[in-house]
T-cell receptor, first 109, second 115 residues
Framework: GQNIDQPTEMTATEGAIVQINCTYQ??????LFWYQQHAGEAPTFLSY??LDGLEEKGRFSSFLSRSKGYSYLLLKELQMKDSASYLC??????????WGAGTKLIIKP | IAGITQAPTSQILAAGRRMTLRCTQD?????MYWYRQDLGLGLRLIHY???????GKGEVPDGYSVSRANTDDFPLTLASAVPSQTSVYFC??????????????FGPGTRLTVL
Protein backbone atom coordinates (compact mmCIF):
# COMPACT_ATOMS: atom_id res chain seq x y z
CA GLY A 1 0.00 0.00 0.00
CA GLN A 2 0.91 3.64 -0.19
CA ASN A 3 1.93 5.47 2.94
CA ILE A 4 3.05 8.97 3.91
CA ASP A 5 4.25 9.46 7.50
CA GLN A 6 4.63 12.77 9.32
CA PRO A 7 4.71 13.63 13.02
CA THR A 8 1.25 14.56 14.28
CA GLU A 9 2.29 17.66 16.18
CA MET A 10 5.40 19.75 16.88
CA THR A 11 6.07 22.75 19.09
CA ALA A 12 8.70 25.40 18.52
CA THR A 13 9.62 28.86 19.79
CA GLU A 14 9.23 32.12 17.90
CA GLY A 15 12.49 33.03 16.15
CA ALA A 16 13.81 29.46 16.22
CA ILE A 17 14.24 26.83 13.48
CA VAL A 18 12.09 23.72 13.07
CA GLN A 19 12.39 20.69 10.79
CA ILE A 20 9.30 18.71 9.82
CA ASN A 21 10.03 15.25 8.46
CA CYS A 22 8.10 13.20 5.94
CA THR A 23 8.76 9.61 4.91
CA TYR A 24 6.94 7.93 2.08
CA GLN A 25 6.31 4.58 0.45
CA UNK A 26 4.42 4.98 -2.81
CA UNK A 27 3.91 3.20 -6.09
CA UNK A 28 6.19 5.34 -8.16
CA UNK A 29 7.46 8.84 -7.53
CA UNK A 30 6.89 11.93 -9.64
CA UNK A 31 7.59 14.67 -7.16
CA LEU A 32 6.91 15.73 -3.57
CA PHE A 33 4.93 18.77 -2.47
CA TRP A 34 4.66 20.65 0.81
CA TYR A 35 1.53 22.65 1.58
CA GLN A 36 0.62 24.92 4.49
CA GLN A 37 -2.88 24.86 5.95
CA HIS A 38 -4.06 27.31 8.59
CA ALA A 39 -6.94 26.11 10.77
CA GLY A 40 -10.25 26.36 8.94
CA GLU A 41 -8.62 27.35 5.67
CA ALA A 42 -7.57 25.72 2.41
CA PRO A 43 -4.10 24.26 1.85
CA THR A 44 -1.68 26.57 0.02
CA PHE A 45 1.41 25.49 -1.92
CA LEU A 46 4.85 25.93 -0.33
CA SER A 47 7.39 23.88 -2.26
CA TYR A 48 8.08 21.13 -4.76
CA UNK A 49 11.00 18.69 -4.99
CA UNK A 50 11.55 16.13 -7.73
CA LEU A 51 15.35 15.80 -7.63
CA ASP A 52 17.50 15.03 -4.59
CA GLY A 53 18.73 18.01 -2.67
CA LEU A 54 17.64 21.22 -1.05
CA GLU A 55 15.27 23.81 -2.48
CA GLU A 56 15.34 27.16 -0.70
CA LYS A 57 12.57 29.74 -0.74
CA GLY A 58 13.10 32.55 1.71
CA ARG A 59 12.57 31.32 5.27
CA PHE A 60 11.38 27.93 4.01
CA SER A 61 13.53 25.14 2.56
CA SER A 62 12.62 21.63 1.48
CA PHE A 63 14.93 18.64 1.12
CA LEU A 64 14.45 15.37 -0.74
CA SER A 65 16.25 12.02 -0.73
CA ARG A 66 14.54 9.68 -3.18
CA SER A 67 16.72 6.69 -2.23
CA LYS A 68 15.60 7.02 1.40
CA GLY A 69 11.99 7.96 0.66
CA TYR A 70 12.48 11.01 2.84
CA SER A 71 11.85 14.72 2.79
CA TYR A 72 11.90 17.52 5.30
CA LEU A 73 10.59 21.06 5.45
CA LEU A 74 12.83 23.51 7.29
CA LEU A 75 11.31 26.70 8.65
CA LYS A 76 13.71 29.41 9.86
CA GLU A 77 13.12 32.55 11.95
CA LEU A 78 9.76 31.24 13.05
CA GLN A 79 6.92 33.72 13.31
CA MET A 80 3.60 33.32 15.11
CA LYS A 81 1.84 33.28 11.73
CA ASP A 82 3.71 30.05 10.91
CA SER A 83 1.39 28.22 13.33
CA ALA A 84 -0.42 25.91 10.94
CA SER A 85 -0.53 22.35 9.68
CA TYR A 86 2.08 21.32 7.12
CA LEU A 87 1.04 18.68 4.61
CA CYS A 88 3.42 16.42 2.69
CA UNK A 89 2.13 14.94 -0.58
CA UNK A 90 3.77 12.62 -3.11
CA UNK A 91 2.77 12.34 -6.76
CA UNK A 92 2.61 8.64 -7.54
CA UNK A 93 3.00 6.65 -10.77
CA UNK A 94 -0.56 7.65 -11.81
CA UNK A 95 0.32 11.32 -11.25
CA UNK A 96 -2.17 11.53 -8.38
CA UNK A 97 -1.22 13.12 -5.08
CA UNK A 98 -1.02 10.89 -2.00
CA TRP A 99 -1.28 13.02 1.14
CA GLY A 100 0.12 12.67 4.61
CA ALA A 101 -2.15 13.48 7.57
CA GLY A 102 -0.21 16.67 8.23
CA THR A 103 1.92 18.02 11.06
CA LYS A 104 0.37 20.62 13.33
CA LEU A 105 3.04 23.18 14.22
CA ILE A 106 2.50 25.22 17.37
CA ILE A 107 4.66 28.33 17.79
CA LYS A 108 5.15 29.68 21.31
CA PRO A 109 6.34 33.20 22.10
CA ILE B 1 -14.26 35.88 -9.07
CA ALA B 2 -10.62 34.97 -8.78
CA GLY B 3 -9.37 31.45 -8.14
CA ILE B 4 -11.72 28.73 -6.98
CA THR B 5 -15.05 29.17 -5.27
CA GLN B 6 -17.11 26.55 -3.50
CA ALA B 7 -20.72 26.60 -2.33
CA PRO B 8 -22.15 26.23 0.16
CA THR B 9 -19.61 27.18 2.84
CA SER B 10 -21.28 24.78 5.25
CA GLN B 11 -24.36 22.58 5.30
CA ILE B 12 -26.23 20.35 7.71
CA LEU B 13 -28.02 17.58 5.88
CA ALA B 14 -30.41 14.82 6.90
CA ALA B 15 -29.31 11.30 6.06
CA GLY B 16 -30.82 10.03 2.84
CA ARG B 17 -31.01 13.47 1.23
CA ARG B 18 -29.37 14.32 -2.08
CA MET B 19 -26.82 17.14 -2.06
CA THR B 20 -24.64 18.83 -4.69
CA LEU B 21 -21.50 20.71 -3.73
CA ARG B 22 -20.55 23.31 -6.27
CA CYS B 23 -17.06 24.23 -7.45
CA THR B 24 -16.12 26.88 -10.00
CA GLN B 25 -12.69 28.07 -11.13
CA ASP B 26 -11.79 30.98 -13.37
CA UNK B 27 -8.14 30.09 -14.03
CA UNK B 28 -8.94 27.94 -17.10
CA UNK B 29 -7.19 24.99 -15.46
CA UNK B 30 -7.91 21.75 -17.24
CA UNK B 31 -7.58 19.40 -14.24
CA MET B 32 -9.94 19.50 -11.25
CA TYR B 33 -10.20 17.41 -8.10
CA TRP B 34 -12.50 16.71 -5.17
CA TYR B 35 -11.01 15.75 -1.81
CA ARG B 36 -12.39 15.08 1.61
CA GLN B 37 -10.43 15.92 4.75
CA ASP B 38 -11.12 14.15 8.02
CA LEU B 39 -9.38 14.65 11.36
CA GLY B 40 -6.23 12.56 11.62
CA LEU B 41 -6.33 11.54 7.99
CA GLY B 42 -4.70 13.05 4.93
CA LEU B 43 -6.68 14.55 2.11
CA ARG B 44 -8.35 11.71 0.23
CA LEU B 45 -9.19 11.98 -3.45
CA ILE B 46 -12.85 11.31 -4.28
CA HIS B 47 -13.01 12.02 -8.02
CA TYR B 48 -10.95 13.92 -10.53
CA UNK B 49 -11.20 15.27 -14.05
CA UNK B 50 -8.16 15.74 -16.29
CA UNK B 51 -10.11 17.76 -18.83
CA UNK B 52 -13.67 18.84 -19.62
CA UNK B 53 -15.82 15.87 -20.58
CA UNK B 54 -13.76 13.27 -18.67
CA UNK B 55 -13.83 12.11 -15.06
CA GLY B 56 -12.09 9.44 -13.01
CA LYS B 57 -12.44 7.72 -9.65
CA GLY B 58 -10.08 8.47 -6.80
CA GLU B 59 -9.36 6.63 -3.59
CA VAL B 60 -12.84 6.99 -2.01
CA PRO B 61 -15.45 7.38 -4.79
CA ASP B 62 -18.33 5.32 -3.35
CA GLY B 63 -21.47 7.36 -2.68
CA TYR B 64 -20.27 10.30 -4.80
CA SER B 65 -20.61 11.28 -8.43
CA VAL B 66 -19.19 14.13 -10.50
CA SER B 67 -19.65 15.71 -13.89
CA ARG B 68 -17.46 18.04 -15.97
CA ALA B 69 -19.60 19.64 -18.62
CA ASN B 70 -17.20 22.58 -19.10
CA THR B 71 -13.75 23.77 -18.01
CA ASP B 72 -14.91 25.94 -15.12
CA ASP B 73 -17.40 23.82 -13.15
CA PHE B 74 -16.96 20.52 -11.33
CA PRO B 75 -19.95 19.70 -9.09
CA LEU B 76 -19.87 16.82 -6.60
CA THR B 77 -23.14 15.02 -5.84
CA LEU B 78 -24.02 12.85 -2.88
CA ALA B 79 -26.95 10.78 -4.11
CA SER B 80 -28.14 9.67 -0.66
CA ALA B 81 -26.08 11.15 2.16
CA VAL B 82 -24.89 9.01 5.08
CA PRO B 83 -23.33 10.15 8.39
CA SER B 84 -19.88 8.81 7.34
CA GLN B 85 -19.87 11.48 4.63
CA THR B 86 -19.61 14.15 7.32
CA SER B 87 -16.36 15.88 6.40
CA VAL B 88 -14.74 18.99 4.97
CA TYR B 89 -14.75 18.87 1.18
CA PHE B 90 -12.13 20.68 -0.87
CA CYS B 91 -12.18 21.29 -4.59
CA UNK B 92 -8.85 21.91 -6.32
CA UNK B 93 -7.62 22.66 -9.81
CA UNK B 94 -4.32 22.48 -11.64
CA UNK B 95 -2.91 23.46 -14.98
CA UNK B 96 -2.09 19.95 -16.21
CA UNK B 97 -0.39 20.92 -19.44
CA UNK B 98 3.38 21.20 -19.44
CA UNK B 99 5.34 20.42 -16.29
CA UNK B 100 4.06 17.94 -13.72
CA UNK B 101 5.39 20.49 -11.23
CA UNK B 102 2.25 22.58 -11.46
CA UNK B 103 0.70 22.75 -8.04
CA UNK B 104 -2.94 22.31 -7.14
CA UNK B 105 -4.92 25.37 -6.06
CA PHE B 106 -7.63 24.77 -3.49
CA GLY B 107 -11.04 26.27 -2.90
CA PRO B 108 -12.06 27.43 0.59
CA GLY B 109 -13.88 24.16 1.39
CA THR B 110 -17.39 23.06 2.28
CA ARG B 111 -18.06 21.77 5.79
CA LEU B 112 -20.78 19.11 5.51
CA THR B 113 -22.54 17.48 8.45
CA VAL B 114 -24.88 14.53 7.80
CA LEU B 115 -27.22 13.70 10.66
Amino acid sequence: GQNIDQPTEMTATEGAIVQINCTYQTSGFNGLFWYQQHAGEAPTFLSYNVLDGLEEKGRFSSFLSRSKGYSYLLLKELQMKDSASYLCAVKDSNYQLIWGAGTKLIIKP
Amino acid sequence: IAGITQAPTSQILAAGRRMTLRCTQDMRHNAMYWYRQDLGLGLRLIHYSNTAGTTGKGEVPDGYSVSRANTDDFPLTLASAVPSQTSVYFCASREARGSSYNEQFFGPGTRLTVL
